[in-house]
Structure formats: structure tokens, C-alpha cells
């Protein structure tokens, strides 16, 4: 109960700094749309002349769009806010404050911020998701193994994320990888069965692009493929970015040593 009002004093102090810009809101909102309307058109080139790239239906491949630009809502909203601040707090120094606070200092790093911008990608992503489900049939029980499998996806890029971000206590500078990270994701507007098949393992084992996007949509219409042990790979992942954290404040100096 204690960290659940630690966590509302998070969302009410950056909502009180944030609402001082409503207007990034609307530009934040038209940047969404804009990036949404490319992604669809891109879609729709891809699928001209009844071309199904890896044996997916376009209404079925907008399911994958919807879990990519809901997924980019959150990162928006809570990964990148807080996690891409892991550098900053280990090259400043202020990390040592955040090491002295009486909660636990995983918990504070990826939860400090919120930022409402990221609504609007996660708005966009959820009518996406309602209006492909709508032209697919797909009942309460599908939409409910999507956000489960959604859920276990957002938990893996917050670990994976979270891993690169704790490297800059030895390497201090990492933006670079977190933007590389980013940038494959990118990958995940399409179905990974469309890639050819060096890309699909890469995208499977390497950085599981596909369980961010391919497989939410997978569980939603009920392929015989979708894998069950994304709960395990959700687990190890979260438990590896746990122990690594922990790795890496044994060998944190702070800032006056």
C-alpha cells in the first residue's frame, strides 16, 4: 500500500508539471496521428494487389500495428521519461540521492515520471485495435488474451530497456544503445512472419520484436503458434534486469569517490 501512494504522489506531481503545456498535448497527439496515417499507407502499399506478406490479412496485420502504437504509447509515457534518465542520474551524480531515499531504487527510476504525451499514441493504438477487431469478429476473450500477451510484451521491453539503461554505471554513456534498441523496434509494425527467415530468429531469440507485437495478435486470433512460454522468457527477463541492477550498484563508486 505504501508504494501504491508513492506511485499516485508520482502521477499527481508530473501531471501538475505537465498540464502547465497543454498545447504539447495537441501537437503530441497530431504527431501520433500523422505517424499512424504513414504507418497504414505503408500497410496498404504492402498489400496492393492481394499480396499477403507471411500469410497475414490486412485487418489481421492491424492488429499488429495496434499493439506496435500502443506499445510506443507506453514508451512514451513511462520508459523513456524515467529509464532514459538512468544515464543522466549516474553522469550527474544524482544518482547517490536516489540510492539514500527510502524506497527501493529500481522502483523510483522506473516510475518517477509520467508523461501524459504518450496518451496519444496509446488512444490511436486502442481504436486501432477496436476497429480491426471489429472487422476480424473477435469477442471479449480475444481482446482479453491480446492485453495479457500485450502486458507480458511491455514488461519484456521495460527489462530490456532497463538492462541497456543500467550499463552506464561502468559504460556512463549509452544513449546510443537505447536508441539503437529503439530503432528495432521499429520492425514491429509488421508481422514477423513476413520477414524473411534470418530476420524472423533474430527478431524471435535475439530481440524479441515478435513478442512485443506479433504475438499479441497472434493470441487474439487464436493461432495454434502462439507461444506460452513468453510467461517464462517474461519472467527471466525481469528477473535478469532485477539481479543486473543489483550487479551494478555493488560496483557503483557514487558520485564524491
Known sequence: MRYLKVLRLFLLTSLAVEVEYRGNF?????????????????LHLLYQGGYRPGGWALEEAFLVLAAFTLLQG???ALLA??????VEHVQQ??????????????????????????LGDFLLGLGLLLYAGVRLGLGAGDYALFGLYF???????YSLWFLLATTS????????????????????????SSYPALYRVFFTFVVPV???????????????????????????????????FRLALRSYTSASS
Open 26 to 42: 495537441l501537437l503530441g497527439l497530431l504527431s501520433s496521428l500523422l505517424t499512424l496515417l504513414g504507418a497504414l499507407f505503408g
Open 74 to 76: 507506453l514508451a512514451s
Open 81 to 86: 521519461p524515467n529509464l532514459n534518465k538512468i
Open 93 to 118: 551524480g544524482t544518482l547517490d540521492f536516489v540510492l539514500l531515499k527510502p524506497i527501493d531504487p529500481q522502483f523510483w527510476l522506473s516510475l518517477r515520471v509520467f508523461s501524459p504525451w504518450g
Open 151 to 157: 502486458l507480458l510484451g511491455a514488461l519484456m521491453l
Open 169 to 192: 554505471v561502468w559504460f556512463v554513456k549509452v544513449y546510443n544503445v537505447t536508441e539503437v534498441l529503439r530503432g528495432l523496434l521499429e520492425a514491429g509494425r509488421f508481422p514477423v
Open 210 to 244: 515478435a513478442f512485443l507485437t506479433t504475438v499479441p495478435a497472434e493470441a487474439a486470433l487464436r493461432r495454434e503458434e502462439t507461444p506460452f512460454y513468453a510467461f517464462f522468457l517474461t519472467l527471466f527477463l525481469l528477473f535478469l534486469a532485477r539481479g543486473f
